[in-house]
């Protein structure tokens, strides 16, 4: 992933593929700002072409900046890949500012980062926990902000009773089951990484996501 201007892409692309020693998957290009989004896409385009890099992805790209991307690369015949932005049960924005619409309509992955709300839907922190380091600053985290957040955690433990799931298990199965979504959770350990796996081995009904979807529209 990269920060760059488009200017900048081919010397930052070239220390890339230096370090790694092969060719990149998926190159991402993260908080588009003030760069020139179809000159970038061009150069991207270029390095598909050249075989050093397969696929191309943006990051943090509102709609309209996702529709530019998509369009400057469909000129070269390459497609959009995906989109990374901030998508989960407390925060689903992507629903409402046209991303996840236009994830749909062009085939473009939604990847959701934070996708456990920094936590917070793992149930960790209803019991009183406090929260510690950067998770202090962030709304979600503040008294008024767990409160909320109280009876999104107590469903996603009366439906993970029903499966055998924990809550994070449930959130992430949700983001699962949206086929335009894919969840990038993260782990510190190997358990984390287990209970993570433990979101594909079963699925949730229409009951329940339903259930989910109405718990949680006040964070659209």
Known sequence: ??????????????????????????????????????????????????????????????????????????????????????????????????????????????IAYSPLASGMLSGKYSGGERARGRRRFMPNFSRKGREAAKPVIELLRTIGASHGKTPSQVALRWLIENPVVLPIPGAKNGAQAAENAGALSFALTESEVAALDIATQAWR
């Open 1 to 110: 992933f990269s920060t760059v201007k488009a200017e900048e892409f081919p010397d930052h692309l070239s220390g890339s593929l230096l370090r790694l020693g092969r060719s990149i998957d998926l190159y991402q290009h993260h908080f588009p700002g003030k760069t020139d989004i179809d000159r970038l896409m061009a150069l991207m385009a270029d390095a598909v072409d050249e075989g050093k890099i397969r696929a191309v992805g943006v990051s943090n790209y509102s709609a309209a900046q996702m529709r530019r991307a998509h369009a400057a690369l469909s000129k070269r015949g390459i497609p959009l890949a995906s989109n990374q932005v901030e998508y989960s049960l407390l925060k689903r924005s992507a629903e409402v500012n046209g991303v996840m619409e236009a994830c749909r309509e062009m085939g473009v992955t939604l």
